[in-house]
């Protein structure tokens, strides 16, 4: 497996240039849809059935639980907001077609993994009836179809290995093949060694005790990490959003919209360019004032593709940038023999950490600028190293 890429709204005209002229789309294990806009992102299923890369759905259903998410364009023929209480206390055979109505898009568009609904988990005592469900999904699906079970829950409560190990037998006992683990709230810049480290023993419990191809959902440079030491199969982001993972926060703005003066929902968030070398994501205006900076603009060169010709090339494009270093990072990476992921990935983080660092230096007198985080990298290099001694 590899990289799963999350198509937001405006991200498929990218995608599907980007899945269209790819020489080896092979690093991309999945193109994740949203059920909310399967009809805008109809030739993104066309383009990834092309070329060979599966389609996955995120049926969303955990935000469904919660009024304000549009869900006009949403194919479940449901009432919504979902009533998770209501739909416990479910026969059996409710259940299942409840489960239909989720995974009926999912056979429109023919998605090559089915994903059955999941809600979050804020307490051990609400992961039961997720695991009823991918059951029920089991049932449900079409033969020669993988399924996957989505475990969304506060982090805290699966950071004990014991009861991460009970978790995953339950899910692994209802014939799922897949689980994506969507741990809240983790991720961004700021992650102490102790996050990082209580992450990388969850993870490595679901890896000894199960078979399970494990995806960790919505984690970019964490999600990199966990990918090239083994922990798990595939990591999944979107395109410079979606890289880390906060679910009451997602609620929060979805009950809480931001309105300007005009009660008009105020969109979008400023572009951000992946910095090569850093594997950091600043706004465009800083990247571009870095790559024309002779003092570091050397270290700063990305290579692939069209950014070959140029080293500003990635504030340029931020997307297909994006697409192609984070393919390029999996090849890398399924390149190597096993036994020299760890390490290899070791030193990219040390060097990205020696790029951050020039970098923020550079920057101090620069008012509009903020220095790039160096937390998370340094605790996932805290991580990696007992990985490289053993
Ligand atoms: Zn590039």
Redesign the pocket.
Known sequence: MGFETRVGYSDNVAVEDFLATESDPGAFSGVVLSAKHLKRHENVVETARARGVPIIVDTLTDRLAAPGFGSGTIDYGLDLPLDVDSLKRLNEQERRAFVRSILYPQFRVDADVLVGPHFYAEALDEIPFNVELARATVRESRAGRPVRAILAARRQLLSDPNTMMKVVSAYAGTGIEQIELRLSPLGGEDETAGKIGSTFSLLRAVKEHSDLEVILGHQGLIGESAFATGLVSAFSSGIGEQERYDHKGLIYRQTHPRRDEDGKSKGGRTRRVLL?GADAQVPKKIAEKLFTNPAIRGRLA?G??S?RDSIG??AQDARK?LL??RAGFVRDVQRRPVTMRATVERNRLAEALGVRRSVNKLLESDEEASPIGTRTLESLIGAIDPLIRS
Do not use: E, F, V
């Open positions: 090569p990305c692939i593709d950014c090339a990635p940038h192609h270093s």
